[in-house]
Structure formats: structure tokens, C-alpha cells
């Protein structure tokens, strides 16, 4: 089942989305997600692009299997029988004006978009659902690709590895990279920009037997999020997890077969199958996010195979992946990027009137948490009720959103209502977008939940999670309401499955954001001990925006073209 969720969603979706995503500690991956969703920012693309003019003939894919928790090494007679993937080419799709529109694109940049699709090509390659079975069962991998402006300088491909996890890459070249701005679109000057719908996302296969929608948005299954507004009772929030594993339950069971084998390790074998179905010899990588995985990942596990990556925003290197812990860390960043946001707040004392320090800007903040926790307010005009977890939400935006939030909170200081203050309803009272027609997915929630559930070794009961609910609201008291007790993954039935991070010798550059909060700086550095590589600095707090900066996009291509790198760049500034 695929969730098809509006590209503006509105203020209940939005809660759900956040309770299951944010406030399950679901760390990067929820954040990542909730950027889209609870910004209502631009629809991504779940459309893979790999192609070319004539599908090439492929040679030498060993699927060589690689021993770890629950996935069996692959018989050297077995990965013989898949040792030649090909590209089964079809054409692209074609998609009107408010398809396009829900991509993120611009009015403007709309005739650019439809030029570029004139160029993709778009194709389909088989791989195993199961890579212990080779000879089984066979999903197919959606691909695109865009060739290089200058054929004859070409210096290989580079794919685009989406995070999520569950996020579309089908047209991640042209929305990711060519149509960002000038500096990134050099990218396709002399290498194919390959994007990738994950297998369960998109135009991949999905699982047509599902049961996994979002918890709560669906009135037979009441799920986290459903609580009364204010601080939740440990009885709501009992009720709230339990839900929560019913719906994990309900969903790990209705397709065990399929949904077991959304893990990230699959991900990165098909991807070294459409590298030989692309007939290269090795693979560029550029990673945002959870792709930051899949990255690093390729590299361990074909290393003959990985050439120059770049990965942007980096979640933990841990092969036993915790979501609890990942949530705490994210939470604690949160806090300490307001302390950014209300030293901001504080030069601007005549325009928000929250204080003229940092200390009595935070201090006016925590009091208004706390006032509205204790009273929330139902506006007319608004569908829920504003709480304390609004207050944390608008405490914890980034810094592109520092006017806005700063705005609601002096608004919310001196709400006597009937009807909702005007930046408040805004950001958080917007009315769902109605479903475009043909329009590519965004987010997949079903391989989101199951990629991160089967990868999660926490699985928290509900004493351990209430009490490190406290611990975190004590800990992170502004920001940390926004992170609730709920645990994504409590209930879910099948096994947690290890990753694999290895050094390697092929070049890497790990780019860190100083004062992220959905992947922490701290991270980057965990990494680089664990695999090696360069670390790129940006110095914001703007996740995966490396490419987006036309100063970072000038570095990355350079890097890309040249092996060489500067230490890192400024950013995304905050507003002046």
C-alpha cells in the first residue's frame, strides 16, 4: 500500500506524521521527512533516472553475497546466474504543469524542467527480492538517467542516493541537481546523473498486500498523535505505544516476505545491479541523508567497485542501529540550535519583543511552552489545538524559518483568539492540497517504516520509553516537547538486521552541517573515525543543503572533477 500524502498536507496528516516520525525518535529519517511534510516544503521525486539513447550490454556483476545478521552469503553458483543485469528502457513519463509543480518547481523553471525531460531516459532493471535466492523471486529497480552535456570530456556516471528512507530518486537529476542552480548543474557537464527509486518506492515494485498506512489517519486505527492536547498523561501515552505496536504488528505481518526485505543492504546490491546494467565499471556516489548510508555502505561491501562520493548530512556510523539513542542525539542538538535562534531573536528585540539577551529570549520561550501545556488553545479557525509541542516545533526550526517562528511565538504571547494569529494558522493551520493526478511520490511510508524498523535494535518497552521521555523533556526543556514518548518501532515482528561500515581506499568526502540538528555534526566525526575520508564542513544548520548553496555546489564539483576539495564553505545564512 502506498500513502500518497498532499504536497501541502494539512495540520491532522501533519500530526500524525510528526508523532510517527518526530516523536518517535525516528532521528534523521523523520526529520528528513518531516522537512517535507511538516514545512510543506517541495515534493521529491520517486522516479528512478538511469538511461541512455541504446540499453548497453553488461557484463561482470557478482552478486557477491555478504555475510551479516539475517542475510546469508550468496553461493558463487547462484550470483553466477545474475551475472547480467540489463536495462529494460521505457519511456518517460510525461506529467502536466501541477504535476511538475509538486516536485518543487517553479513556474518559471517549468519550460527548464520540461527541456531536461526531453533528455532523460528511463528505464527498469530485475533484481532479486531476495538476494539469498537469486533465482527467485525478481523485483524491478526503477532507474533514470541524464548524459552528459559534454560527451566527449565524460568521466563516468554519478548516482543519486535519496534518503528517507523511502524517498523517490526517479527524478533526482533534474530536481536535486540541474534545475538547484548554476554551480550544481555543472554536475551533468561531464558525468550521467543517475537517479534510483529504492525497491518498495515509486515506480519500483511495491508490496501490494501492505497493511501500513500512517498510524492515526486512519479512524479504524487510532495511532500516536490521537492524545488530548497538553503534556500526555502516562495513560494516553500508554495507550498511544500501544497503538503504535498494533500498527507495527498489523503492518510487519501483512507482508513479511517482501516487507523483510526492505533493509538498506538490499538497497545497496541493487544498486551495484544497475551499475553493471549500466555497463560501468565503477560508480560515483552522491548521498543525502540516509543515501549517506547506502554510500558508505557500497563502499564496503563492492569497494573495487565505489569511485568518488560525496555524502551530505551523515547519520551514525552504527552497525547496530539504536533509534532511541539516534533520538536523543537529535533532540539535544535541537536545543542547542535554539540557543543559536535566540541569541537571533535577541538583536531583533524590537520586531519580536522576546528580550534583548539570548537568556531572556529562552527564558520567555520555556515560560510559553509551559503556559500552553497547561492551557492549550482551540482556535476557530483551526483544526487542533496549539500546545506545547507547537511552541517546540517553532523552537526548533531551522534558520531560513528563524522570521517566521519568531513571529508566531510573539504572536502566541498575547493570542486571546477567537480565530488564530496570522503566521500561527499559516504554519500550522493550512488546508491539504488535493491530490495531483499522476504526480510522483514524494516519501513512501511503508519502506520508510520497514527499512528503519528492520534496522533498529532498540524497540524500547513502554517503562523504558516513558522514562526516557522525561529524561529528554529535563534535558532539552524548549525544544525537547517536539520528541514525544512514542517508539516507532516497538511491536515491529520481524528481525533486526545489522549494517556494515568498513574503510575503504576510494576517495570520500563526509559533509557535516556545524549546527544540524536532524544529523548531528558530532556524526560526521564518528564517521570519518570509523571509514576515513575528508570531512567538508558547512557551516548551518540546514539539512542536505550542500548542494543546494552555490558555493558548496562550486566545491562539489570540483571535487567531483578533479579529486580536490576546500575544507568546506559557508552555507545557508540566516536571515539578515
Known sequence: MVIEVPAEPGETVRKHLWSYLWSSNSAWGASEALWWVLLARSREERILVVNRATAMRVVGLAVGGVASTGVAAVPPAA?????????????????????????????????QFRAQMKRLECGRVSVPLDYRRPNGRKIS??????????????????????????????????TYVTLKNKESARLNDRYDLIGIDPRGVNYSTQSTSTRCGIPGADPNNPGPGTEKPGLPTKASAKKSYDAQVS?????????????????????????DRVRA?????KLNLYGASQGVWFGLM????????AGRAFLDSVPPPWTRHRVDKSGNVTADAAERNFARMAAWLARR?????????????????????RDYDRHPKKFADMKNSVDGVTIALLAGKTSPDWSRAGQALAELRHATGPTAPPTVKEMFGAEPAKPVPGAPEILNITMHRATKCNEDFSRLSFSRAWADYWKRLKRDPVTGRAFGPAVPCAGWPLPAQELRFQRGEAPLVLSGHRYEQATAYEWTRQTQRAVGGEIYTVDDDVHTSALSVPECAADIVTYFNTGRIDRGCKGVRPPA
Open 79 to 111: 550470483a553466477a546466474a545474475a551475472d547480467h543485469p540489463t536495462v529494460d528502457w521505457w519511456p518517460c513519463p510525461s506529467y502536466s504543469d501541477a504535476a511538475i509543480r509538486t516536485q518543487g518547481i517553479s513556474d518559471k523553471q517549468i519550460p
Open 141 to 174: 529497480i526503477a532507474i533514470t538517467r541524464l548524459g552528459a552535456v559534454d560527451n566527449k570530456r565524460r568521466l563516468g556516471s554519478i548516482a543519486y542516493l535519496t534518503g528517507g528512507p523511502g524517498k523517490a530518486g526517479f527524478l533526482a537529476p533534474l
Open 247 to 271: 500498527s507495527n504488528r498489523s503492518c510487519g505481518r501483512s507482508d513479511p516476505a517482501f516487507l523483510g526485505q526492505l533493509t538498506s543492504m538490499n538497497v545497496v546490491r541493487d544498486l
Open 277 to 281: 546494467a549500466l555497463g560501468e565499471p
Open 298 to 305: 557500497y563502499r564496503s561491501m563492492f569497494p573495487g567497485r
Open 349 to 369: 528585540h524590537a520586531t519580536y519583543g522576546l528580550g534583548t539577551t539570548a537568556a531572556q529570549v529562552r527564558a520567555a520561550v520555556l515560560k510559553l511552552r
